[in-house]
T-cell receptor, first 114, second 113 residues
Framework: AQSVAQPEDQVNVAEGNPLTVKCTYSVSGNPYLFWYVQYPNRGLQFLLK??????LVKGSYGFEAEFNKSQTSFHLKKPSALVSDSALYFC????????????FGSGTRLLVRP | DGGITQSPKYLFRKEGQNVTLSCEQN?????MYWYRQDPGQGLRLIYYSQIVNDFQKGDIAEGYSVSREKKESFPLTVTSAQKNPTAFYLCASNNFGSTDTQYFGPGTRLTVL
């Protein structure tokens, strides 16, 4: 069965510092991985996805994610955090065994302090 | 949120009532989904539909019902059988393919009075 884990409930970082939000996955085949961001009382916004190719994926708002097959990880990164990046971040993996639905992690709250 | 609309944004329900949440998409996507989000928790899949007139139960379908009579519409009914319906409900859609991105609507917050 496919699964994804976000080991940190919250990440705190100072504005201007680099940020990392962690995600690990477990799949039986090639992983199709996604990152989303959610602001309060809003839907999820797509940030980026890894399907194949370059292990460093660039996405919206200056975010990028690094796919590491040996460590089964897909960590979200940004070189310089903004206060406006404070939000809830979800990692997801596509369930290739069951109609291609997405399986979501529990979410990580990012708090960027001024 | 573009391309997927959900209404209403806020909904209040009395105990024992059925309520229907609307989800419409103009992205010509094949598949549509309903998720439930509780405070401090991730998303849980309620129902999904890959084609018109067909849908499948997700992980927490009890107390909910759906229909898919048109490609662009996937309404969710929260029935009185759902014992704890207060939550944030999210609708999503994507083309039917393993690499396709799933896009979300803005959500409906349901509160039981």
């Amino acid at each position: 069965a496919q699964s994804v884990a976000q080991p940190e409930d919250q990440v705190n970082v100072a504005e201007g510092n680099p940020l990392t939000v962690k995600c690990t996955y477990s799949v039986s085949g090639n992983p199709y991985l996604f990152w989303y961001v959610q602001y309060p009382n809003r839907g999820l916004q797509f940030l980026l996805k890894y399907i194949t190719g370059d292990n460093l994926v660039k996405g919206s708002y200056g975010f990028e994610a690094e796919f590491n097959k040996s460590q089964t990880s897909f960590h979200l990164k940004k070189p310089s955090a903004l206060v406006s990046d404070s939000a809830l971040y979800f990692c997801a993996v596509r369930d290739l065994d069951s109609s291609y639905k997405l399986i979501f992690g529990s979410g990580t709250r990012l708090l960027v302090r001024p | 949120d573009g391309g997927i609309t959900q209404s209403p944004k806020y909904l209040f329900r009395k105990e024992g009532q059925n309520v229907t949440l609307s989800c419409e998409q103009n992205l010509n996507h094949d598949a549509m989904y309903w998720y439930r989000q509780d405070p401090g928790q991730g998303l849980r899949l309620i129902y999904y539909s890959q084609i018109v007139n067909d849908f499948q139960k997700g992980d927490i379908a009890e107390g909910y019902s759906v229909s898919r009579e048109k490609k662009e519409s996937f309404p969710l009914t929260v029935t009185s059988a759902q014992k704890n319906p207060t939550a944030f409900y999210l609708c999503a859609s994507n083309n039917f393919g393993s690499t396709d991105t799933q896009y979300f609507g803005p959500g409906t917050r349901l509160t039981v009075l």
